[in-house]
């Protein structure tokens, strides 16, 4: 089957996906992999594919948001993808876990407009426990901090007239907030697939982003790093499953 937004045919694809929104992010995982090949470069979405100690994966970018990111998850699921892993980035609620360290997501809040399209208000965003486990277990073999608990999914990124929650999700007790693992989330759930998504944090939700916000530091680099690895290492455990 020929897939006409990521420009790849499904024959090429793999059970396992590893998405990120970086394009470059996405060259950067497929160079850990084995037998490393390009499928295709269209638009935001950047497919390649590979193994991992054996096992092959498919890793693509689906680009910043979540209606863009979703075209990404749907067209990979409808091509034989059976489990997603998100490895991306996101800002910190806490100071108990600062910029650097690793949040494996169990589930979203859904603050983003996608879903409201797909499900009702209730419905809820939550990871498959199995991958889950599997990243919080590889995380923790990594050399830093590691967290697993509740994120938020935004789509706005620099503030408007209207305040963000970040606030009442804080005192909520979420970790973090991002731009689309609730949209992964929902999706998996729709299809029948599973997901899980592993972040590192690049600084504070409710710092003035014009001013401080500064994600390529050494100790963001290094998170990603980990979080590379433990995606890697979580798709080697699920597969041995």
């Given amino acids: 089957m020929w897939l006409s937004i990521l420009q790849v045919n499904s024959e090429d694809l793999t059970p396992y996906a590893i998405v990120c929104g970086d394009p470059f992010r996405a060259e950067a995982i497929a160079g850990k992999l084995d037998d490393k090949r390009e499928l295709s470069f269209s638009r935001e979405y950047r497919t390649f594919v590979g193994t991992s100690s054996g096992v092959p994966v498919t890793v693509v970018s689906h680009g910043v948001g ?4 979703a075209v990404c998850f749907e067209e990979l699921i409808k091509g034989g993808v059976t489990t997603l892993i998100r490895v991306g980035t996101a800002g910190s609620y ?4 600062p910029p650097g360290s690793l949040v494996v997501s169990t589930a979203a809040v859904r603050e983003e407009g ?3 399209q797909l499900v009702p208000a209730g419905y809820p965003a939550v990871a498959d426990s199995d991958v889950v ?3 919080y277990e590889a995380a923790g073999e990594t050399e830093g901090l590691v967290k697993k608990g509740i994120t938020v999914t935004l789509d706005a990124f620099f503030q408007g007239v209207e305040e963000f929650p970040h606030q009442k999700y804080k005192r909520a007790g979420a970790l973090a907030v991002e731009m689309e693992i609730s949209a992964l989330y929902v999706i998996a ?3 029948g697939v599973r997901a899980g998504a592993i972040v590192a944090l690049d ?8 001013e401080v916000y500064d994600p390529h530091t050494d100790v963001v680099s290094l998170a990603v790093e980990r979080e590379i ?7 080697e455990k699920l597969h041995a499953k």
């Fill in 114 to 116: 996608l879903t409201r």
């Fill in 229 to 235: 690895a433990a995606a890697l290492r979580a798709v």
């Fill in 94 to 97: 806490s100071a108990d876990v």
């Fill in 189 to 191: 759930s729709l299809r």
């Fill in 203 to 210: 600084g504070y939700a409710d710092a003035d982003l014009r």
């Fill in 133 to 135: 486990q599997a990243l």
């Fill in 66 to 69: 979540s209606p863009g990111a």
